[in-house]
């Protein structure tokens, strides 16, 4: 195999086993009951394991006492017969090998008392060994005999024993061999050994482990049995509120838990019911506050139209002949008729608001050059901008389209040119567009007095103002950019702020190409180093109605990561997700 082959055989093996070792470790996150039935059962075979091992070792101790002490009491009546058999027996006699293998065979033939018979079979060696020099006379197989316990016997002429693996018909046979010298009738004596093999016990104890491991294999398997159903018991009641809680949060306030008799369970179900109780209670009554709400603002703004209609006649008339006036009238002539118009356009965007909260307004997307509606936003706010001196540079290429309603589009450009015009103190206002397949975006950068930190979250609530320009010239309602991001969530687009103290602010408008679309990113950047390429944005407003749900990671705009400012002008740092407000 080449090596190209194999490191990417390796680089698949590895990443089939990260992919593994995901899918694991979120089965073992997301599931209480897998946990609790393997730790179980890891603790369980921990201490099966250990009573195993225990159990074995006593079974085996008290197996080799037991055999101990029935070849001692073998090989002692073995002792005994031999040295009635051989007291008058020279091993160094010509024939004397004959007599020591009639010994032996009379041994083992002879009968034991009841103690002895439990030792079991054996076999046994008498040899002169090999001391003195002279020639070893030996019955029986003494080449069993390990040499070490030879050694230990033949010096210090005691009794010994040693445990050895004897290998009898080409099988290894773990066996207990005791010697001990015997008397005889000549100079030398004789060396007396009793091997008694351990197959049954090795037999006895191979049955002990094999049920033991039946056994713990069967018990673990009852304890997980046994634990799976009484996490069951305790996990299921928990999953269902979890899935209650999740409907709960959809939308469905009817959902309750089962409540089922008087334990643990059944008083967290009864708590959660009534905790929903209480929201969904909660929850109509700001549902009715609110639509009181509204009907009230709508019905008031429908209300003022008529007098407000007849307090224009009245005051057209007067600023008509303001010439014949006194010059205080005439004054005051004028400043009604100016007022008038804020009051018109204050109501105008009452209305609005209302139908934007009702949930009744229509977007009406169509097919249009974006480079017109921007320019038509910018020439109706031309003569303010001229008035304060303020240059308009616009970059605005041509052919791009987008499916947009474009009054609502013009609207929002034209309030975002106007606050930069306001808030700019004559410096240069630039207006961007720019576009990729996915995405349009406008953005309108002015390098007036800036956001101070947490204001650029504060920018689209309603009637909020930060009156730090000394060039303000408009005058607006205050609802300008909340009815600006409103129109954004028609479109299912973004509108965001930027702005540092003493450089400016920054509004970024960015729409979906086609109506429905969803947006990833934007194709401007929305900080003051327009060198910048656009990183991808990762926070959506809240979606527009009808429009498809993004739910990604929060972005949290420049300025907004700062504690809240003094004289109530910002609530600390929000995400561009939460910039749902009004204007500057």
Do not use: C
């Not at 049995?225 to 899935?243: D, N």
């Amino acid at each position: 195999m080449s090596p190209g082959r194999l490191r990417r055989g390796l680089a698949q093996a590895r990443q089939f086993g990260g992919e593994v070792a995901e899918a694991s470790g979120a089965v073992w996150r997301r599931s209480l009951q897998l946990r609790v039935v393997i730790s179980t059962l890891a603790l369980s075979t921990a201490v099966v394991l250990v009573l195993g091992l225990v159990l074995q070792t006593q079974i085996a101790q008290r197996l080799v006492q037991g055999k101990e002490a029935d070849t001692l009491l073998r090989f002692e009546a073995g002792v005994s017969l031999l040295e009635r058999d051989l007291s008058g027996v020279d091993p160094d006699r010509e024939g004397a090998e004959g007599e020591l293998n009639n010994a032996l065979a009379q041994l083992t033939s002879a009968d034991s008392d009841g103690e002895a018979t439990a030792a079991g079979e054996f076999r046994a060696v008498l040899t002169t060994g090999r001391r003195d020099g002279g020639e070893e006379i030996s019955a029986g197989p003494v080449d069993d005999v390990p040499a070490e316990l030879r050694r230990d016997v033949g010096e210090d002429s005691t009794l010994a024993r040693q445990y050895a693996t004897i290998t009898q018909n080409g099988v290894a046979v773990p066996t207990l061999v005791v010697g001990q010298p015997v008397r005889t009738a000549g100079p030398r004596g004789l060396e007396f050994y009793m091997l008694f093999p351990l197959d049954s016990e090795q037999r006895t104890l191979g049955l002990v482990q094999s049920t033991l491991i039946v056994a713990g294999l069967l018990l673990l398997l009852l304890l997980a049995g046994i634990v799976s159903i009484v996490t069951r018991l305790v996990v299921r009641p928990v999953r269902e509120a979890a899935e209650i809680a999740e409907r709960f949060a959809d939308g469905h306030l009817d959902e309750r838990m089962r409540v089922q008799g008087d334990d643990e369970v059944a008083r967290l179900g009864e708590s959660y019911n009534e905790m929903a109780q209480s929201i969904q209670s909660q929850i109509q009554q700001l549902e009715e506050f609110g639509a009181l709400q509204r009907r009230f603002t709508s019905d008031v703004s429908h209300e003022l139209r008529t007098p407000l209609t007849t307090v224009r006649m009245a005051a057209d008339v007067l600023y008509a002949s303001r010439e014949e006036l006194l010059p205080a009238l005439r004054r005051s002539s004028e400043l009604l008729v100016t007022e008038l118009d804020r009051f018109e356009a204050l109501l105008a965007d009452l209305l609005e608001i209302s139908r934007l909260d009702a949930g009744v307004a229509d977007l009406v997307a169509e097919n249009v050059d974006v480079r017109s509606v921007v320019l038509r936003a910018v020439e109706a706010v031309r003569g303010i901008a001229d008035e304060t001196g303020t240059e308009l540079d616009l970059d605005l290429p041509e052919g791009i389209l987008a499916e947009i309603d474009n009054r609502r589009v013009e609207r929002i450009v034209r309030n975002l040119v106007a606050n930069a015009v306001d808030h700019g103190e004559g410096r240069p206002v630039r207006v961007q567009l720019a576009a990729d397949d996915r995405a349009v975006a406008v953005l309108v950068r002015d390098q007036g007095v800036g956001l101070r930190p947490g204001e650029a979250g504060l920018v689209f609530n309603r009637f909020w103002r930060a009156e730090e320009s000394r060039a303000r010239r408009s005058g607006g309602s205050g609802l300008g950019l909340s009815i600006s991001v409103e129109d954004a969530r028609l479109h299912g687009g973004w509108l965001q702020a930027w702005g540092e103290v003493g450089r400016g602010a920054a509004f970024r408008l960015t729409l979906p190409r086609v109506a429905g679309g969803v947006l990833v990113d934007s194709p401007l950047p929305l900080g003051p180093d327009e060198s910048t390429p656009p990183a991808p944005m990762t926070s959506v407003p809240t979606p527009a109605r009808g429009m498809p749900l993004v739910e990604p990671a929060v972005q949290w705009l420049p300025g907004d990561d700062v504690d809240e400012p003094d004289d109530d002008r910002g609530d600390g740092a929000r995400p561009a997700a939460d910039l749902a407000g009004e204007q500057r």
